[in-house]
């Protein structure tokens, strides 16, 4: 019989702050976390805005011996690492970054972390290029002066610095971890991919704990201009919450972000030997493919209805026992269009009952961090609130939706966290309040 599987530790980092406690509060009390660009200069895109992690001091969140390590993390990796310690010590585990002695067993603890492909900071790629020029003041690019002279104008760990694996593998360096890692790069969905592999790694009995999610920072000028050429963004010059308006029919676009959510699930009976707190029970899992475009969803939404259906199936529960949903709800109105008929073929006539609280108003598109998506929905049934959807206007959507511009109260028996990327991958997660 598979193992029951729950959720106790929990650690976020994203542009509503540094930690659970800052985004989850700031979350309830309707702040966005969307704003004016400062990472680099936006000048000459159409976009101007984003959501921004808070400044942060990477060497606070690591432990001594480690701060050399630091200089080969892209910001990618540094939001893990900072998530990662958010999560190991709300969870209250004494790994190997805190104590010379270790509560942990290394070999039983495994790592699932969702990645995006990193963009190269282009200071550093400014000087090889320079001198891979085809001839003096060119634009052109000769590959062989790239081969024999501009690449040695990198350092030689610089390839570290983007491999989207290097966010698990600095992750499990720190804390001293020896179980079953994986690394899944599928754009959007790749949190909750992660955490769906890490709960049936634990299910089958291979790791009594996991670390999981993703994390991912797109806001640099590589990342911004694919988003552009994509026409992804809103660049009608709105700021703040008004960037992102989850399914509007007159949505404008979205606005990128950058952030990590990392859970710690851990097999029932080994948590609560510990006495750990629970926050709630992870109870299905299932993804799917529509293979219908690369850069758009299905419009029908059967693919995406299948993953949902499949978790609840997983979760041997029903529409009927859902009481939220954290929906990907990302802005753009086409795809939105599409996440509503896929809803509609999952939930039926329950999708109107559902609590609805779409946060990417709030947070911006986190793309591979959309682990903290995922932390919210756990977040969310642990205190049996919902979080508030502060820019989607029954008003000004296609189908009648349950939401709020306040967080409410009331109970949540399973919350539904999905989400789809760019490819077609769609997934699914569903957590339970935890009863005993």
Partial sequence: MDKRVVVTGIGMVSPLGIGKAATW?????????????????????GCRVGGQVPAYKINDFVPKSYRKATKVMARDIELAVIAADDAFKDAKIASQAYTENPTLTPERFGCNIGAGLICCELNELTAAFDVARDGPGSTG????????????????LWLLKYL?????????IIHGLMGPSNTIT?????SHLAIGEAFRTIQRGKADLAICGGAES????????????????????????DAVRPFDTQASGTAIAEGGGLLILEELEHAKARGATIYAELTGFAASHDAYSTTEPDPTGKSYAAAIRNALRDAKTSASDVDLLIPHGVGIASHDAAELNGLKLALGDE?????????????????AGGGVEVAIAVMSVANQIAPPATNTRPEKTAM??????????GEIRSALSTAYSIGGQNAALV??????
């Avoid at 999708?351 to 793309?367: D, I, N, T």
């Avoid at 009648?400 to 109260?409: F, I």
């Avoid at 957590?431 to 005993?436: I, L, N």
């Fill in 25 to 45: 509060e700031a979350l309830l009390a309707g702040r966005s976390g969307i704003g004016p660009i400062t990472l680099f200069s936006p000048d000459g895109l």
């Fill in 186 to 190: 599928c754009a959007d969905a790749s």
């Fill in 431 to 436: 957590f339970r309040a935890y009863r005993g």
């Fill in 400 to 409: 009648k939706l349950n939401v709020s511009g306040e967080a409410r109260t």
């Fill in 351 to 367: 999708l109107s009952r559902v609590k609805m609280s779409p946060v990417k108003s709030q947070l911006g598109s986190l793309a």
């Fill in 164 to 172: 989207p694996n290097m966010l698990a593998c600095h992750v499990t």
């Fill in 141 to 156: 690019f000769d590959l062989k002066k790239w081969g024999n002279d501009g690449m040695g104008q990198l350092t030689p």
């Fill in 218 to 241: 797109k806001l640099n000028p590589m990342g911004m201009i694919r988003q552009t050429l994509l026409k992804r963004l809103n660049e009608s010059g709105a700021e703040g919450a």
